[in-house]
């Protein structure tokens, strides 16, 4: 449910979902992923922010494992404070062993009418709003392909990924490694140009991570991370310091 689409199969010329017009209603645009063959159409066109473009035909939906085709791309962009969102301080709040606590901010505390809302923080906001824009898109001022690599993104990285970044990876090959409590991922999903190792300090983190990626190693894995190399340089590594840095991309 993708809040983009392309009018063109060689996806140059977007549609926004929110600028689509009573006449776009009944035509078929392209997938963002360029290896899904889906035909998708505007939704709720009565001009608004919560338009998207699903794939309602059921002899064109989308291919395995399109990052596309789920609820986790949607991202409602009034629910957020774009104004406070500063990504470097979003990730390093996810890359912290401590629990943050709900903050209590007196702000709710009296009905003063205007429900207070906050900048994207969880992996899944951060990452649902990664995917609802393009590439080239910006928020808050900084550009998305500088915030995710994923299919999209990946020419930006030919020297490398490296500091605070969010990753649409997957399994390939190899998964862990008990004895240095290692766990390993490819990306981005479709050229798994890079090789992704997750160190862990804590044990039974590592275990429960690893029993996940393990589950679920036939889907899109989304991890954040503080990435360095490893050696080659389609080699990266990052440690996992809690859950909040890693989500399973599920239907
Ligand atoms: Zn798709």
Redo the contacts with the bound molecule.
């Keep these: 449910m ?1 809040k983009y689409a392309y009018r063109d199969k060689a996806r140059k010329d977007i549609i926004y979902s929110n600028s689509a017009i009573e006449e776009d209603r009944n035509k078929a645009f392209f ?3 360029p ?4 035909k ?1 159409y505007i939704c709720a066109v009565d001009g608004s922010n919560s338009a998207y473009f699903r ?1 309602t035909k059921a002899e064109f ?3 395995k494992n ?4 789920n609820s986790n791309t949607e991202f409602d962009s009034k629910k957020y404070d774009e104004s406070k969102f500063r990504y470097d301080d979003a990730i390093n709040n996810l890359l912290c062993t401590t629990k943050t606590s709900s903050p209590t901010t007196a702000s709710s505390a009296h009905g003063t009418g205007k429900p207070s809302i906050h900048p994207p923080r969880t992996l899944r906001q951060i990452y649902s709003l990664c995917k609802s824009l393009p590439i080239r898109g910006t928020y808050a001022g900084k550009e998305i392909g500088s915030m995710i690599l994923d299919d999209r993104s990946e020419y930006r990285y030919s020297k490398g990924c490296f500091g605070n970044k969010i990753i649409e990876a997957t399994v390939n090959g190899k998964i862990y490694n008990d004895k240095k409590k290692e766990v390993y991922l490819a990306a981005p999903v479709n050229s798994k140009k890079y090789v992704l190792t997750l160190t862990f300090l804590d044990e039974s983190l590592y275990k429960e991570i690893r029993t996940e990626i393990y589950n679920n190693r036939d889907k899109i894995i989304v991890i954040a991370g503080r990435w360095k190399s490893a050696g080659k340089s389609n080699e990266i590594v990052s440690e996992v310091y809690g859950k909040k840095q890693v989500m399973v991309i599920k239907k």
């Design positions: 993708a997938c963002p992923n290896n899904c063959e889906a998708l794939a939906k989308h291919i399109c990052p596309f085709g």
